[in-house]
Structure formats: structure tokens, C-alpha cells
């Protein structure tokens, strides 16, 4: 029984001392290095910290993730994934790279950085590197170290305000399309109706005035009224004189003053004006051919001074005399241009 | 044509009392040279039976017009020349006492008179000014208890110096509403002021003639009083008149901040007894447009009170007139 246990014993005494023998030679094939781009460099400035490790590929190997701050002052920006590669000699290089910085100058320890190998660790040597501040000239005045750095103007920086002002000019543009239309009373939407021309207007009011048979139902004044309203408008109309707010013997000055230039017909709107102010101011009360008179005068007066539109043919250059032989055909006038021409019977 | 009865007769009475018309302006010709509408609104003040105000820069005849105008008429005339020392008892007269009857007895004033020339009436103070309300208005002038009558004709023709002038004292818009009309008198063409100069030269100045009796102008005013005005005109004169009160009403919102005050319910009487006279002169029976706005000016300028934003905006009264007349309707 107790050589049974001896034996034992034995193969566990063995069983460690081999296990430690295998762990310290293949320890030994597992090595850790850190080093850096430079160990001296400005504050602020950003350096390459990479880290290897070198492997048998039979064994695990525990590479460290780190935290923000690798040791106290230097500050770990970015850190790669790892990089492995198969070297030659069948083992794996491990490669990880840290970016960090520091902000305060002086000598720093990069500590040994530890690697876990089954339950052992092995770790890089230790080493200092120097941070040196920024020389400052002290005989020239306080200045940026860099001027300001202009960002690029990106379009969806722009967007919000080019679209909003294109939107705001639009808004102003309609507001004063709106104004205008007011102004000159026209439909804000939809097209405007052509303007009757001024002796149509007339000839058919002087038409409702006759129907109405005013002065037959002894209504002289308002008769007279009417057909001077109607012939004051006629003159608004047509020669742009204002005639609503002026007398008659204004209006007939007026028309001298606009070269008015038909004397028949300046002669009878004068002896209408002139009779209508009698009726209508002084208890006149004319006979009935008077009545007739007056509002026959009136159509004549229309119609002497009305608004002809001519069209005048537009022609190739060199067909002018072909044109003008055929200018009685109506059908040639129907592309032409249309050109106002005032009938002056005088 | 067939004229109704009534306006033919009208015209045939004017045609018979306005034969003085002529005979003044040419009395008045012989005196004032030029100043035409000058003459023609004194003329209308006479037989609309309205005071006269008239108003212009010294130098001008305002007081040579008034004064041979009262020349012409044989009646009673007065001047009195309003200082800043001037008292209301100065004008209308006074209680005196007299020590031999033991009595106050009543010392009439100069106002007395059917023609009273209130000359530079602006540069007496407000309270001689209004010295002439009751005389103007009710004819009549209260001395202590007693209420005197005032002779027929009874006129009041006053000139003034603009207001912008040195030692000028504004007259109170009660006793300027009062005036028919206030004339503004301009300055003569250069063909009339050639011959003042040559009249002055030569100290030849003519003299007008007495040639009307104050029973004429009372016939005339009889006259006058008939002239037909229709009630279209009547229309006219209203609106005339109600666009100077409310002149947004008759699309003259630019306006309504620059008027205080329009014209009163007497600048509506007297544009159309004013009317009515300058149809008499033109020998009608019958008022039309051209006689409202022939004297318009005249009759609103004065009864027109202007805020300070017209006067910032120098619109005058004399513009917010002529653009009323331009804007309302002639019927």
C-alpha cells in the first residue's frame, strides 16, 4: 500500500515539473514589444503606439482591449483592430496600434503592457518618451498659432437658406403681381375681359335711353340728365377727358385743349350740353322735336367721333406694290397688324 | 325754345336791375387797375349781402378798392384802422356820462355806418375782432342794455396782411366763418404795374363817380335772393361743402387726417347766395356749376382748418378745395 502511494506521488511530482518545463519553453517563444512613431513630440500632437506580439500559432495568447486613457495623461484616441500575420518560421505576428496623445508637457512611462498567456502574463518593457510645449517668443504680441480654420460650406447648409430665400422672392414676387392687379382692378386669376369700345357702350345706352321714353312721360329733366351722363361718359372713354367732375362749358374746353378738331360735331355736343343745362338747372322745358334733336345729335356725335380699327397688311419686302394692288381683298387684312386710326371728318 | 314763365321774368328783372354792374366796374376801372376777380368778389359780397374779407401783402389796393367801392355807392362809409391798442368800445361805442344832463347816454361807434372798411383787422387782438360778431352776423349792436339797429346796407369789407406777418394777431374762426368771402389778392400783371407806376408818376389819379344809390343795392339784393338754384345744384354745394367735413366719404381718405374742421352749415349758405350773385352778375336767372365753382374758393378757404400734418405736408386749404372740386360729381 505505501509503495502504491509512493508511485503516486511520483507521477504527480513529474506531471508538474513537466507541465512547468513545457510552459517555461514555449513562454519563452511568446514575446511582447510596444514601441512608438517617436518618443519626443509637440503637446497635442497625435503618435502611433503599436504593440506585437509574437506566437506559436498552437497557443492562446490574450491581447488587451484598453480604455480611454492608457496610462494617467496620455489619452488613447483611436485603437486598431488586431493584425495578424504568419511569419516564416510558422509563428503569428500580432499587431495592434494604438493612436494617443497627451496635453500637458514633460516625460512620460509607457508602462509594461501586459499580455495574458494561459494563466501567466507576459509583459512589453517600459519605456519614456518626452512632450515638449510649444516655444512661445515673448518680445511679440499674444497671436493665434494657427488662424482660424474655415470649415467648407456644405449644400445642406446652404439648402435652408437658399431655399427659403427663393421662397421669400416668390412670395414678394406674387404679392406684387396681387398689388398690380388691384391697382388697375383687374381679376387677380383667370384672363381679363377685353374693354368695350367706348361708342359701342354709348350707341346702346343711348338706345335704352330712347326705349325708356323719358320725355314722353314728362320726365325731361331726367332725360336730359341721362343723355348727358351718357355722353360725358362717351368722352371718358374715348378721349380720356375727364368729364364727371367738370361743367359743360369745362368739357368743351377740354376738347379744344385735347386738338379736337371736328367742328359740326364740337358744335352740336355744345348745343346739347348747353340745352341739357337749361333743363336741368333752369326749369327749361324744350319742345318735343327738341327732345329728338338732341338725342339724334347724340347718335351723330358717337358716331362721327368714334374709335375706327383699320388692319393694316404686314408684307415680305419687295411685295409691297404686289400687296397694295390686292389690298381690297378683305382675306389679305385678316393676318395683318391692327392699327387705331382716329376718323377725323374734317 | 320755351322757356318756363317764371325764368324768363327772372331774366328780365336781372336784365333791368344789373344795368348798375357795369357802370360799377367801370367806375371801379377808372380807380383800380386790373385785380378783375378783386372787383367781381366785391361785388358779389354787395349783393349777397356778405362780408368781405380780403387778404394779400401790403401794397396791393385792397384798401383803394374798398374805399372807391363805397365811393361809387352814396352811403354812409367809415374806416377804421385796427391797432394793437384798439378797444371793442372804439368800434361799437360806448355809455357816456355827461355831468350838465346827469346821464349816461349812449356814444355810437363807427360801425354805425353802411360801409365799414376794417382795415389790417388782424392786428388787433382777438376780443376787438370779435367786437364785430353781433354787427356782422345779426346786423344789430348791443351798447350797455340797449340794442341798436344797424343801418341797411350794412357791409363789413376787412383786409388783412398774412398771418406770417410781424405783429399779426389770427382772427377767431367764429369771426372769420362770418366773412362770405375771403379774397386773396395777388400781385398785378407787369403790364398793369406799368401803368400804376406811370398813373403814380404823373399824379394823375382819376376819381370814380357816384353813380348808385344804397335802394338800388337793396333792389338788387331782391333781385338776387330770386335767382333759381335747382336742387341738383343744392346737391352739389352740400357735397361740396360735406367732403370738406368727411372727405373719406367721397374718396378723399388722404385728406382726413389734414382737415381739423369743414366748412360750417354758413359755408354751405353762403357758397349758395354767393352763386346766386355771380349768376346775377353773368345776367342768368339761374345758378349752374360754373357759378359754385367759380367762387368756391373764395367761400371755403377760410372755413377750412388745417392740422399740423397738412401743414407738414404744405397743403394748403386752397389745394384740398380744388381737389374736392376735382373729385365730386358736377351734376
Redesign the interface.
Known amino acids: 500500500m505505501l509503495k502504491i502511494i509512493n508511485t503516486y506521488k511520483l507521477n504527480i511530482i513529474f506531471l508538474i515539473v513537466l507541465s512547468t518545463v513545457v510552459n517555461v519553453v514555449t513562454a519563452q517563444m511568446v514575446t511582447v514589444t510596444a514601441e512608438m512613431d517617436t518618443t519626443e513630440f509637440l503637446i497635442g500632437d497625435q503618435v502611433g503606439l503599436e504593440l506585437k506580439v509574437t506566437q506559436p500559432y498552437n497557443v492562446f495568447v490574450g491581447i488587451p482591449i484598453f480604455d480611454e486613457e492608457l496610462t494617467k495623461g496620455i489619452e488613447i484616441l483611436d485603437q486598431s483592430e488586431n493584425d495578424t500575420t504568419l511569419l516564416e518560421n510558422g509563428d503569428w505576428l500580432i499587431k495592434k496600434r494604438l493612436l494617443i496623445t497627451a496635453f500637458d508637457s514633460g516625460y512620460y512611462v509607457i508602462p509594461p503592457i501586459p499580455v495574458l498567456y494561459y494563466s501567466d502574463t507576459i509583459k512589453s518593457e517600459p519605456f519614456i518618451f518626452k512632450i515638449n510645449s510649444v516655444k512661445v517668443d515673448t518680445s511679440e504680441a499674444i497671436k493665434d498659432i494657427k488662424m482660424p480654420y474655415t470649415a467648407p460650406i456644405s449644400f445642406a447648409e446652404i439648402f435652408p437658406w437658399a431655399g427659403g430665400g427663393l421662397g421669400l422672392a416668390i412670395l414678394i414676387l406674387v404679392i406684387i403681381y396681387i398689388l398690380r392687379k388691384i391697382k388697375r382692378k383687374e381679376p387677380i386669376l383667370g384672363r381679363i375681359k377685353p374693354r368695350e369700345p367706348a361708342h359701342i357702350i354709348a350707341l346702346r345706352d343711348l338706345s335704352r335711353l330712347m326705349n325708356d321714353k323719358l320725355w314722353q312721360k314728362d320726365r325731361v329733366k331726367d332725360y336730359y340728365?341721362v343723355l348727358t351722363d351718357i355722353l360725358r361718359m362717351y368722352l371718358w372713354n374715348r378721349f380720356s377727358v375727364?368729364t364727371?367732375?367738370?361743367?359743360?362749358?369745362?368739357i368743351l374746353e377740354s376738347l379744344k385743349v385735347n386738338k379736337f378738331k371736328d367742328e359740326e360735331a364740337y358744335n352740336t355736343l355744345k348745343e346739347i350740353l348747353y340745352?341739357s343745362?337749361?333743363v336741368?338747372?333752369?326749369?327749361?322745358?324744350?319742345?318735343g322735336d327738341?327732345h329728338e334733336k338732341c338725342l339724334s345729335g347724340s347718335y351723330s356725335f358717337v358716331d362721327r367721333t368714334k374709335l375706327i380699327i383699320e388692319e393694316k397688311p404686314t408684307h415680305p419686302e419687295g411685295e409691297e406694290e404686289e400687296a397694295e394692288a390686292e389690298a381690297d381683298s378683305s382675306e389679305k387684312y385678316n393676318k395683318g397688324k391692327v392699327k387705331v386710326l382716329e376718323k377725323q371728318n374734317d | 325754345?320755351?322757356?318756363?314763365v317764371?325764368?324768363k321774368e327772372l331774366n328780365d328783372r336781372i336784365e333791368k336791375e344789373s344795368s348798375f354792374i357795369d357802370m360799377i366796374k367801370i367806375e371801379m376801372g377808372k380807380v383800380i387797375v386790373g385785380q378783375k376777380h378783386l372787383v367781381d368778389s366785391l361785388l358779389i359780397g354787395l349783393l349777397a349781402d356778405g362780408h368781405i374779407l380780403l387778404e394779400g401783402v401790403p401794397g396791393l389796393a385792397k384798401t383803394l378798392a374798398i374805399n372807391t367801392l363805397s365811393s361809387i355807392v352814396d352811403a354812409d362809409f367809415s374806416r377804421i384802422q385796427f391797432t394793437p391798442d384798439l378797444l371793442p368800445a372804439d368800434l361799437i361805442g360806448t355809455m357816456i356820462y355827461s355831468q350838465k344832463k346827469e346821464a349816461f347816454h349812449v356814444k355810437k361807434g363807427p360801425v354805425f355806418t353802411n360801409f365799414v372798411l376794417a382795415d389790417e383787422i388782424n392786428r388787433s387782438p382777438a376780443k376787438v375782432q370779435s367786437a364785430l360778431l353781433e354787427a356782422m352776423q345779426e346786423r344789430q349792436v348791443t351798447i350797455g342794455e340797449e340794442t341798436y339797429e344797424l343801418p341797411k346796407p350794412f357791409l363789413v369789407m376787412a383786409t388783412q396782411n398774412p398771418i406770417e406777418q410781424e405783429g399779426t394777431y389770427p382772427l377767431p374762426e367764429a369771426q372769420v366763418d362770418r366773412f362770405m368771402l375771403k379774397v386773396v389778392v395777388d400781385y398785378p400783371k407787369m403790364e398793369e404795374e406799368k401803368l400804376i407806376v406811370r398813373e403814380n408818376i404823373a399824379k394823375e389819379f382819376p376819381k370814380a363817380n357816384t353813380i348808385l344809390k344804397p335802394e338800388n343795392i337793396i333792389n338788387a339784393r331782391n333781385v338776387v335772393k330770386d335767382v333759381?338754384i335747382?336742387e341738383?345744384?343744392e346737391r352739389y354745394i352740400l357735397d361740396i361743402v360735406f367732403a370738406t367735413r368727411f372727405p373719406e366719404k367721397y374718396g378723399l381718405e388722404k385728406f382726413s387726417a389734414m382737415i381739423n374742421y369743414g366748412g360750417s352749415p354758413r359755408a354751405s349758405i353762403n357758397l349758395a347766395m354767393a352763386s346766386k350773385a355771380f349768376a346775377f352778375i353773368k345776367r342768368?336767372?339761374?345758378?349752374?356749376?360754373?357759378d359754385v365753382?367759380a367762387i368756391c374758393h373764395d367761400v371755403l378757404r377760410h372755413r377750412i382748418g388745417l392740422s399740423y400734418e397738412a401743414e407738414a405736408e404744405n397743403i394748403t386749404s386752397e389745394d384740398i378745395i380744388t381737389e374736392i372740386?376735382?373729385?365730386?360729381?358736377?351734376?
Open positions: 340728365t375727364r364727371l367732375e367738370r361743367t359743360s362749358e369745362e340745352t343745362d337749361l336741368k338747372f333752369a326749369k327749361f322745358k324744350p319742345v327738341e | 325754345m320755351n322757356e318756363t317764371d325764368i333759381y335747382d341738383k345744384i342768368r336767372g339761374y345758378v349752374i356749376p360754373e365753382r372740386l376735382n373729385t365730386i360729381e358736377v351734376p
